[in-house]
């Protein structure tokens, strides 16, 4: 009985994919008319805005997730990294099971990564081999998961809490609040400020955007970044350099628990290791940080319901069913929709299913994480807004070997940044251009103006 059942069930939700699929067409179909006969701009230009919007790109993945899920394309993508053509992967199952077998589907950053560093990989963009492991055990060892609850979430709390303050009634998202608050973790909590706050948070925002988003290699965008890089390199150096003459005396901060490892002999330590080590977290987490908070902000300042329910976690210093909101919100627009990987040799993709795809040796993989979180087949009601999904259906930093480094302190950081914000009365967009996230002409929200009533604060408001 149970095997009849479930036949029909599997048969409902794969019809029900397929209808949404041809609705998604359509919809697309009219915002792309509607983009052609109006506005500024060439008809391209205007396309290509119309159909980057996070809701555009949503539909296009229902299409293809219900008509066809795992695509093989001739045309290079990206241009920025070898390879031979481009292939999507767009189900819950195909997309983690490229991330999960590394042996056949390898990271790309490599070549990037040596510029950045002057020399080797960072381990983001090293195999599963000893070095990787050297690496990360170094690193687990000086950024620990108890320093999540002990450091990152008190300090986050701290300085958000007084970005807000400073701003009575209107703030600018990035630029007062959900940049620096990270820039600050890393400087205090790191041991590098940088030169200044400013200065890191342009090397980093540069030097992410080089790394992951430059698909067709852009040559303003690669001169910046080789500043940048020199410069964060120079820093660096400098900054260890003074550290181990004593200046400033030992602290218990990442750099000095990396410096007390390799005064203890352990491998992987050495000062040019622990510059490269740096060099990736730093660029890891302040940029990622902020775009991450003002896109789970929007969505929430979309949904009038959702933002009522997380601000009343917030005011009730409910942490987890805050987190629960921003990670929901979150998957309606991801920091990273897609991650890519090259495939090493021919492999086959969602094998003995209808949807099998072998894809040629040196096919860029893109494994559409933000399709796979609207996959009807993984999650209950994906197009529904809820807080009690659980973390499985969630790809919010990457999967398999790769995931991301961060991931713990990202639990913790990014609701503790839109915390006070979020128990501030009657929160809203600014009117017009500026209450909506403006990247300037960065891939990374520039500015983002929110207003709210003064009011009340945390402690007042039961
Ligand atoms: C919202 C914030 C963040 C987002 C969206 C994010 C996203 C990601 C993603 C998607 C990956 C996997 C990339 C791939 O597989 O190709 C990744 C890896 C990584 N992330 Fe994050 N990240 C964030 C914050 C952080 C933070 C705070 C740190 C450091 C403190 C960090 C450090 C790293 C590192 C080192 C890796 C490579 C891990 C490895 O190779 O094993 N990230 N991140």
Redesign the pocket.
Same mark, same amino acid.
């Given at each position: 009985m149970s095997l009849v059942a479930n036949l029909f069930r599997a048969l409902a939700v794969r019809l029900g994919a397929l209808m949404a699929a041809l609705g998604a067409l359509a919809r697309l179909a009219v915002i792309g008319g509607r983009a052609a006969s109006s506005g500024t701009g060439t008809v391209g230009d205007r396309l290509k805005g119309a159909l980057s919007e996070p809701a555009a790109q949503r539909l296009a993945f229902t299409a293809l997730r219900g008509l066809l899920p795992n695509l093989l394309i001739g045309t290079r993508f990206i241009t920025s990294y070898e390879n031979t053509g481009t292939a999507i992967v767009t189900r819950f199952g195909d997309v983690k099971e490229v991330?999960a077998r590394d042996g056949d589907f390898a990271?790309v950053y490599g070549p990037r990564m040596r510029m950045i560093t002057g020399g080797r990989d960072f381990?983001?963009g090293i195999d599963d081999t000893p070095d990787y492991t050297r690496d990360?055990s170094v690193m687990r060892l000086a950024?620990r998961r108890e320093d999540v609850e002990s450091v990152v979430r008190p300090f986050a709390a701290r300085r958000a809490a007084e970005r807000v303050a400073d701003t009575p009634g209107r703030i600018d998202v990035p630029a007062e609040l959900s940049l620096r608050v990270?820039a600050e973790l890393v400087g205090s909590y790191f041991g590098t400020p940088g030169p200044s706050r400013q200065d890191m948070i342009d090397w980093t925002t540069i030097l992410f955007w080089y790394l992951f988003i430059d698909l067709n290699a852009d040559p303003d965008v690669d001169a910046r970044a080789v500043e940048a890089a020199g410069r964060l390199r120079a820093y660096l150096d400098a900054t260890i350099a003074r550290r181990k003459a004593g200046s400033p005396e030992p602290r218990d901060d990442v750099l000095g628990r990396c410096l007390a490892l390799q005064a203890s002999g352990t491998p992987g330590t050495d000062d040019l290791a622990i510059r490269n080590n740096l060099v990736? &977290?730093l660029i890891?987490?302040v940029p !990622?940080?902020s775009?991450?908070a003002c896109q789970a902000l929007d969505q929430l300042l979309d949904r009038p319901d959702a933002l009522a329910s997380a601000q009343r976690a917030a005011r009730a210093n409910d942490d987890a069913a805050l987190a629960a909101h921003v990670f929901e919100a979150l998957r309606f627009n991801?920091?990273?929709p897609l991650?890519?990987r090259r495939a090493r040799r021919e492999a086959t993709i969602a094998r003995a299913t209808l949807r099998a795809l072998t894809v040629p040796a040196g096919t860029m993989v893109l494994a559409a994480n933000l399709s796979a979180m609207f996959d009807p087949l993984k999650l209950a009601a994906p197009e529904e807004f809820r807080t009690d999904r659980p973390w499985d259906d969630y790809i &919010?930093?990457?999967d398999g070997?790769? !995931?991301?480094?961060?991931a713990q302190?990202?639990h913790a950081?990014?609701p503790t940044i839109l915390k006070p914000l979020l128990q501030k009365p009657c929160l809203r967009r600014a009117a017009g251009p500026a209450g909506r996230i403006d990247p300037g002409k960065t891939p990374f929200p520039v500015h983002f103006v929110v207003e709210f009533d003064a009011g009340p604060d945390m402690e007042a408001i039961p």
């Open positions: 991330l990271v381990f983001l990360v950024m990270p990736g &977290l890891g987490a !990622t940080t775009k991450a991801p920091v990273n991650i890519y &919010l930093w990457g070997l790769h !995931t991301c480094f961060g302190v990202n950081l990014i």
